[in-house]
């Protein structure tokens, strides 16, 4: 038997204007030449003025899913998306400890990138104190990195104390989204820390648009799809950076109001050229 085609696992809502969500992440994956399989969890009804109803899936229904992909399919990567309550968080955990999905990327939805919360308090403590533990990789906004240690970011060093706070909480790798809601901004710097103690700052241009819907989860599903493929963590981490970057320069005219990024757009390489991933 032939080996496999690289795949990976989303464990989102469905988004159904296809900005966000399972359907950012699938955008992503596909660009990314892994082939996406995915776990919805909750179903989102909006558009680009924005969002107007949402259910959350019966955990008996995210279960079932869990459990035909793993009877299938060989998945060597996985990550999530908005989880929105501990009874669901509860749920994912104990079907990412059950079947073998390979490493996980946790993108940590707990506020808006404004600062908003979105997760009640409870649902909060059981994503930080039982899913975090168990990631490979987490990316938090700047405001949930705030949350998450429990301190305000206002400098560099900050930035790096806050990510050593989030190692403590259990996982291995952290990657610290920076802040991108100062006027005049022309730059945002992103800090990662990696499991050997490495750390490094990815900076790039701060492009100052409304079509940026699904930037969150657009980068941590780049990094779950390199992980499929087997690439380390620093290699995924530096591909999800520049894909996203390049997504947001190249807008696409998609809705009236808040837009989604641009998966489709020119200028990355090919990823199945592996001299030109460097």
Same mark, same amino acid.
């Given at each position: 038997? +032939?080996?496999?085609?690289?795949? $990976?696992?989303?464990?989102?809502?469905?988004?159904?204007?296809?900005?966000?969500?399972?359907?950012?992440?699938? &955008?992503?994956?596909?660009?990314?030449?892994?082939?996406?399989?995915?776990?919805?969890?909750? $179903?989102? $009804?909006?558009?680009?003025?924005?969002? &107007?109803?949402?259910?959350?899936?019966?955990?008996?229904?995210?279960?079932?899913?869990?459990?035909?992909?793993?009877?299938?399919?060989?998945?060597?990567?996985?990550?999530?998306?908005?989880?929105?309550?501990?009874?669901?968080?509860?749920?994912?955990?104990?079907?990412?400890?059950?079947?073998?999905?390979?490493?996980?990327?946790?993108?940590?939805?707990?506020?808006?990138?404004?600062?908003?919360?979105?997760?009640?308090?409870?649902?909060?403590?059981?994503?930080?104190?039982?899913?975090?533990?168990?990631?490979?990789?987490?990316?938090?906004?700047?405001?949930?990195?705030?949350?998450?240690?429990?301190?305000?970011?206002?400098?560099?060093?900050?930035?790096?104390?806050?990510?050593?706070?989030?190692?403590?909480?259990?996982?291995?790798?952290?990657?610290?989204?920076?802040? &991108? &809601?100062?006027?005049?901004?022309?730059?945002?710097?992103?800090?990662?820390?990696?499991?050997?103690?490495?750390?490094?700052?990815?900076?790039?241009?701060?492009?100052? +648009?409304?079509?940026?819907?699904?930037?969150?989860?657009?980068?941590?599903?780049?990094?779950? $799809?390199?992980?499929?493929?087997?690439?380390?963590?620093?290699?995924?981490?530096?591909?999800?950076?520049?894909?996203?970057?390049?997504?947001?320069?190249?807008?696409?005219?998609?809705?009236?109001?808040?837009?989604?990024?641009?998966?489709?757009?020119?200028?990355?390489?090919?990823?199945?050229?592996?001299?030109?991933?460097?």
């Amino acid at each position: 038997m +032939t080996e496999q085609y690289p795949q $990976a696992l989303t464990i989102a809502g469905s988004d159904s204007d296809g900005s966000a969500g399972m359907q950012a992440d699938l &955008h992503t994956f596909f660009r990314r030449h892994i082939y996406g399989t995915a776990v919805m969890t909750a $179903a989102v $009804a909006g558009n680009s003025y924005g969002i &107007h109803d949402s259910v959350t899936l019966p955990t008996s229904f995210i279960d079932q899913e869990f459990k035909d992909l793993a009877d299938d399919y060989q998945v060597k990567a996985s990550k999530t998306g908005m989880l929105a309550d501990s009874e669901l968080i509860r749920t994912v955990i104990k079907n990412y400890q059950k079947y073998d999905f390979g490493p996980l990327v946790v993108d940590p939805v707990i506020t808006t990138k404004h600062g908003n919360m979105l997760l009640e308090e409870s649902a909060y403590k059981t994503l930080r104190d039982e899913l975090i533990p168990l990631a490979t990789v987490i990316t938090p906004n700047f405001f949930e990195a705030q949350k998450l240690a429990e301190m305000e970011i206002n400098t560099k060093d900050d930035m790096i104390k806050a990510a050593q706070k989030l190692k403590d909480l259990g996982a291995a790798n952290i990657m610290i989204k920076g802040s &991108h &809601h100062h006027p005049g901004q022309k730059e945002v710097s992103d800090y990662v820390l990696l499991e050997s103690g490495k750390s490094f700052w990815l900076t790039g241009d701060f492009f100052d +648009t409304d079509r940026k819907n699904g930037t969150g989860d657009s980068l941590s599903a780049c990094i779950a $799809a390199e992980l499929a493929r087997g690439n380390d963590v620093e290699t995924a981490v530096r591909i999800a950076k520049k894909f996203v970057d390049i997504a947001i320069e190249n807008e696409i005219n998609v809705g009236h109001e808040f837009g989604p990024i641009n998966h489709w757009a020119p200028g990355y390489p090919d990823p199945t050229d592996s001299t030109t991933e460097k």
